[in-house]
């Protein structure tokens, strides 16, 4: 059973930065869609930011130019660099991981539990203006 375990989450002012980190148990991150995705309160679970098993990285529009996904191929770690913060970024932060192809709506609109395979526990993020 793959596991995720994120960490990183806090409390920050408008326009700070924020680094979240995932920690997983899979061989390689290398065979795996992995991303981030979140949820605030009241509202439907979304795709933040993707990166692909062959290294290509997806964005939701409201984070592009702002947010910054990576991995660390030999720790098996996924990374989400998150720079000018908006309170309507406030949200519980997950890690998720998918053996194949994420699609390609993944970062659009929301996303239900069987958009990815394995799930993180979540990490809070609150921006205060």
């Known amino acids: 059973q793959v596991q995720l375990v994120e960490s990183g989450g806090g409390s920050v002012q408008a326009g700070g930065s924020l680094r979240l980190s995932c920690a997983t148990s899979?061989?390689?991150?290398?065979?795996?869609?992995v991303g981030w995705f979140r949820q605030a309160p009241g509202k439907e679970r979304e795709g933040v930011a993707v990166?692909?098993?062959?290294?290509?990285?997806r964005y939701r529009d409201s984070v592009k130019g702002r947010f910054t996904i990576s991995r660390d191929n030999a720790k098996n770690l996924l990374y989400l660099q998150m720079n000018t913060l908006k309170p309507e970024d406030t949200a519980m932060y997950y890690c998720?991981?998918?053996?194949?192809?994420?699609?390609?709506?993944?970062?659009?609109?929301?996303?239900?539990?069987?958009?990815?395979?394995?799930w993180g526990e979540g990490a809070l993020v609150t921006v205060s203006s």
């Open positions: 998720a991981a998918r053996k194949l192809r994420c699609p390609t709506t993944v970062v659009h609109g929301s996303v239900d539990e069987y958009a990815m395979d394995y």
């Open positions: 899979v061989y390689s991150v290398t065979q795996y869609c």
């Open positions: 990166i692909e098993a062959d290294g290509i990285t």
